[in-house]
């Protein structure tokens, strides 16, 4: 599976720290687009460098206007993309159409291609903007997913907590896991 995943300088390192983590446990290596602002706030959240966490984990990074990268052309056929954390930002040029760097780019052809595109939008509290955003994104064919985790199965750690969210953007995407859910007897 072809996954992309974009992160932007929203605040929410740790909800791509954990996709990213899930995914590779998956054997699903994704390639990352990140935003100006986002290896700034990942210091900032994570105490680390991220390209650094990338490199050590073989995860290939493209840079913000490395229009060379395959995500960036319908032609080569990716099968996904999140945007983990997603900023209203991010969301109101994707809502629009603005592909002025990479990130946004691979998200128009998500969109263009009828792929999966899922939007972990971080912000709150919402404006009518940023709902008017969402909503076009949601008319235009991406999932909204705000980071907003659930407690059915009584989390005890961040981790737990953050990995709900996670789960559901996997599901989206289409990668399995192991995650407990709704009904499942604890």
Known sequence: MKVVLG????????????????????RVRPSVVLSST??????????????????????PVFAGRDYRAPFASGSAQWDAMAIVPCSMSTVAKVAHGISDDLLTRAADVMLKERRKLVLVARETPLSAIHLENMLAVTRAGAVVLP????????????????????????????????????GDKS
């Not at 954990?18 to 998956?26: G, P």
């Not at 059915?152 to 399995?176: K, M, Q």
């Open 147 to 182: 980071a907003m985790p659930s407690f059915y199965h009584r989390p005890s750690t961040v981790d737990e907590v953050v990995f709900t969210v996670v789960a559901r953007i996997l599901d989206h995407i289409g990668v399995e896991h192991r995650a407990a859910r709704w």
């Open 38 to 59: 986002a290896a700034e706030v990942w210091t900032q959240e994570m105490d680390g460098d991220l390209r650094e966490y990338l490199a050590g984990r073989d995860v």
């Open 7 to 26: 992160i932007t300088g929203a605040s929410g390192s740790i909800y791509a720290k954990s996709t990213i983590e899930a995914l590779l446990a998956a």
